[in-house]
């Protein structure tokens, strides 16, 4: 696993949306969602949710699958990155 992924927001802006030319607004309508809502996921302020990982898909940007597991991979790298408290093992070993 990468210690520090880009969060798909990122990629999302930088790989898909700049290099069609499209503007949040223009992305947005044809996704279906608020302006606002997309602004906040292509600034890593919130997360490719279940939902936009399908209008993804949909609109022909690779898979929801693909959008979920770089959202995954970044969420658990980010929790990586905080201290855990102690844990004890549920079974015996």
Not at 42 to 56: G, K, Q, T, Y
């Amino acid at each position: 696993m990468m210690k520090n992924p880009c969060h798909p927001g990122e990629i999302l802006r930088e790989d898909v949306f700049e290099p069609l030319g499209l503007s949040v607004t223009e992305a947005a309508r044809r996704l279906g969602m608020s302006r606002v809502a997309l602004s906040r996921v292509l600034n890593c302020r919130a997360a490719v949710s279940a939902d936009l990982a399908i209008r993804l898909e949909r609109a022909g940007v690779s898979s929801a699958r693909f959008w979920l597991d770089l959202q995954s991979a970044w969420d658990l790298a980010q929790a990586l990155k905080h201290e855990q408290p102690p844990v004890e093992r549920l079974q015996a070993a």
